[in-house]
Structures are given as structure tokens and as C-alpha cells.
């Protein structure tokens, strides 16, 4: 039964119209689609992993960081025709001799949490085993590893903004990789830390 206020012939919408149930169910899959990550997450025992925590291993240094970097994954199949590249500072790049860490500040957070590390030269140490696996890692360590030569790293510029081009090695990790872009005000930095390491 509809209500009808005075002066008017139509009845009053009610709350349970179609827009609104499509809405309440499009923010009922969100929650569980959140829950039933942190379910899988607390089971298989991953965590996020903060470059704050993070140290180099032992004998490893440290060569040269951006706190303002941008970095970007590019894929092999299903590019955009027209891609374009926010320079928007808010990944820290630290290059090491072993490998470049990379990490993007969290949602609503000033921590920094490590999303990429890309192996240099060598397929060893802590990662290295995830070369194998499509995941990458991301489901045992927390981040994506994968591994990069630098003798094949560029600096190419991107739309009036130089970047560092990195194309992994073809292994499992990946797989759907064309290159990575690192975005940053020392491009030319990175490359020549990275060869001479």
C-alpha cells in the first residue's frame, strides 16, 4: 500500500526500487569480495610488507633512492590503444646492487608498502623462488618479484618526462609483462647505479 500526500495524484517511490537494491547488492559484493580476501590472507599466512620494516640482506647496499617516483607495469596483451602515465610521486624506489625495491604509499596511510621487487643481474636471494610461480609471490611474500638484466634497461622519455624502461626476463613471474616504467627525476641515475652494480 502507497502512501499519497496531500496535492499530489502519485504515490511515494518506494525504498526497495530496482536502483537502490542494484546498489545494495553492487556494495554487498564489495564486502564479501574484502572479507573472503582477508580470510585467504589470514589462512595462507601473507602480509603486507612495509619499506619501513625492510632491510637489505647482509653484504647487500643500498645505492640510490626517489621517495617521488611513479612506477608502472606494463602488460603484453590487453593494452589500451592510448596509455598514459600519471606522474604523481607516490612510489619510493630503492635500488640496491641486488635489486630495485619497489613500494607505493597505502590508502590513507604515510607507509610505503612494497609491491614489486625486480631482481638485478642474479636470480638470487629473498624472492627468488617465486621466478617460477605466475603469482609472482604475491601470494606467499606479499609483492610481485620478477627479474631484469640491466644491460637491457633504458632511459626513454615518456611524454616530456624521462623514464626508466625495464624489461624482465621471460619467466613465470612474468608472464604477461611487457616492460615496467619507472618515473623518475634521477632516470639516468638509476641506469647507471643499476649497470655498475
Excluded at 590487453?78 to 646492487?97: I, N
Excluded at 615518456?158 to 624482465?168: E, H, S
Amino acid at each position: 500500500m502507497s502512501v499519497r500526500p496531500r496535492g499530489c495524484g502519485r504515490p511515494i517511490a518506494s525504498v526497495t526500487t530496482p536502483g537502490v537494491s542494484a546498489v545494495l547488492a553492487f556494495v554487498g559484493a564489495l564486502v564479501a569480495i574484502v572479507l573472503l580476501a582477508v580470510v585467504v590472507n589470514r589462512v595462507r599466512g601473507v602480509r603486507a610488507r612495509y619499506l619501513d620494516a625492510w632491510e637489505p640482506e647482509p653484504g647487500e647496499r643500498r645505492l640510490l633512492e626517489d621517495p617521488a617516483a611513479d612506477f608502472y607495469v606494463v602488460p603484453r596483451l590487453g593494452q589500451a590503444k592510448v596509455m598514459s602515465f600519471a606522474r604523481m610521486r607516490r612510489t619510493h624506489a630503492v635500488l640496491t646492487d641486488e635489486r630495485l625495491v619497489i613500494a607505493t604509499r597505502a590508502l590513507l596511510s604515510k607507509k610505503y608498502m612494497i609491491t614489486d621487487v625486480i631482481l638485478l643481474g642474479s636470480e638470487r636471494g629473498d624472492g627468488a623462488a617465486e621466478l617460477g610461480h605466475m603469482s609472482g609471490g604475491l601470494f606467499s611474500t606479499g609483492y610481485t618479484v620478477m627479474a631484469a638484466d640491466p644491460s637491457d634497461m633504458t632511459v626513454e622519455d615518456g611524454g616530456g618526462t624521462a623514464y626508466l624502461r625495464i624489461v624482465p626476463r621471460p619467466t613465470a613471474s612474468a608472464t604477461n609483462v611487457e616492460h615496467c616504467r619507472l618515473y623518475s627525476d634521477d632516470a639516468a641515475g638509476f641506469l647507471d647505479w643499476a649497470r655498475s652494480a
